[in-house]
């Protein structure tokens, strides 16, 4: 009853609100109702088509129904046939291509959501180069100039008397002042830890901990290939993680693991006395998080009467690797 099926689907797109979760729904909605064993949608973005939803298993014959706006075709739906060398009845094509209608409004805002965050994961990697690159110029740089200046001056300084040694003492108060203000901007731009390595960078964050709390850091994989937004995000979510610890949960133990695999996991436990149900959380769980998804991660916090564990997981690969699943060409 392709009317029931259709019912069907709006009940189910009723009750959920991303355009992702419209997307899972509506593959699910055919796999049960049409008896087909398997659909998906995917959704095009950039040069990229993104898989989103896929419901069931089959390799039998796929069919592929394209979801279109008025600007064009945004991705495709496709099903797989019951048994290989069968195909779809008159009806079911018809039913499906309604379905796919319908589905192509939520592949497109879903396919704009995508393309947004992307341009936001861009962003964030381009602006963390560009403060690598503006605190290697300044410390490399503007620093050493500075330097030379005020050792030339200092060295004329006792063969000069009266206004002219005056004026030199004042020159060097001040280049004194530009060095420490340049300073602090190199130090702003990135952190100085960072310079020799992320491993290196979060062990001296472990010792840095208060007395009489143990920190266990455990590396998996390779971290000196990271993107340099990728390396401060992980390094300023593990600092103030161990912050919040120390100062929060009075733990004695705490662990962190980093796992590199196609993407980073972070880790942080501890064995303190957790956070309550009901507490707010702070500006620095609110900054770990907006820093894990502004790349595009996420972060999560649970805790318990026996410690927190903060878990972050931030994409080192870039976005939309996923493709279409095999086998999904029109017949």
Do not use: C, K
């Amino acid at each position: 009853d392709p009317y029931a099926v259709l019912a069907s689907l709006g009940q189910r797109l009723s009750s959920v609100g991303a355009p992702d979760e419209m997307l899972r729904a509506s593959a699910d909605a055919i796999v049960e109702s049409l008896r087909l064993p398997r659909a998906s949608v995917a959704v095009d973005v950039e040069d990229r088509r993104v898989l989103v939803a896929d419901s069931g298993r089959a390799d039998t014959d796929a069919v592929t129904f394209p979801l279109t706006v008025e600007d064009g075709e945004v991705g495709v739906l496709t099903v797989w046939t019951r048994r290989t060398g069968e195909d779809l009845t008159p009806a079911e094509r018809r039913l499906l291509g309604e379905v796919a209608r319908q589905a192509a409004v939520a592949a497109e805002a879903h396919r704009l959501t995508l393309a947004l965050r992307a341009a936001r994961e861009r962003l964030v990697l381009t602006r963390e180069e560009e403060r690598l690159r503006l605190r290697r110029d300044f410390h490399d740089g503007i620093g050493p100039v500075i330097a030379g200046a005020r050792m030339q001056l200092q060295a004329a300084l006792p063969h000069l008397e009266g206004t002219e040694r005056g004026l030199v003492g004042d020159v060097l108060d001040d280049l004194g002042a530009l060095g420490r203000s340049v300073r602090e901007v190199v130090d702003g731009l990135r952190p100085a830890v960072l310079d020799q390595g992320l491993e290196v960078a979060l062990s001296r964050a472990a010792a840095s901990v208060a007395a009489g709390t143990e920190v266990e850091v455990v590396i998996e994989g390779a971290l000196d290939d990271l993107p340099p937004a990728v390396e401060v995000a992980a390094y300023r979510i593990v600092a103030e993680a161990l912050h919040n610890v120390v100062r929060h949960s009075g733990a004695t133990v705490i662990g962190v693991r980093i796992t590199r695999l196609d993407d980073l996991r972070i880790s942080v436990r501890d064995n303190g006395s957790g956070v309550s149900g009901s507490a707010t959380p702070g500006v620095g769980t609110e900054s770990m998080r907006a820093r894990a998804e502004e790349l595009g991660g996420t972060l999560r916090v649970t805790s318990r009467a026996d410690g927190t564990r903060v878990e972050a997981v931030l994409p080192v690969a870039s976005l939309g690797t996923a493709g279409v699943p095999n086998g999904s060409s029109s017949r």
